[in-house]
């Protein structure tokens, strides 16, 4: 879901409203964050709706700013490599989603 939703908010702001790249893929990337700790705190961390909800965002939107950083740069520099920008924010959310499975479970919402 959540990459459904960066991959379409960054398709709308880049691809359709023409905001550069730079501004798109983080604006885009902050909105799937929302959707992205809604449906794992409710569904697939189940555990995690016992845990005090602070404490959990606070350590999930840490990650988030690391995810940002890579994403940004995956993004940017694969685009400026040649590939098409959404591929490049492809590769940067599978990467990203791979360590994030493992710090979700072990870090934040434990």
Known sequence: MSLAADIGMLALLHGALRVPL??????????ASIVNFSFNRQWAFQG?????????????????????????????????????YLIAKLVAALANAVANFFLYRAWVFK
């Open 22 to 31: 730079l501004a798109s893929t983080p604006i885009a990337f902050a909105v």
């Open 48 to 84: 995690a709706r016992a845990g005090r909800t602070r404490p959990q965002l606070i350590r999930f939107y840490a990650l988030v700013l690391l995810n940002l950083l890579s994403t940004v740069l995956i993004t940017v520099g694969l685009s400026a490599l040649g590939l098409m």
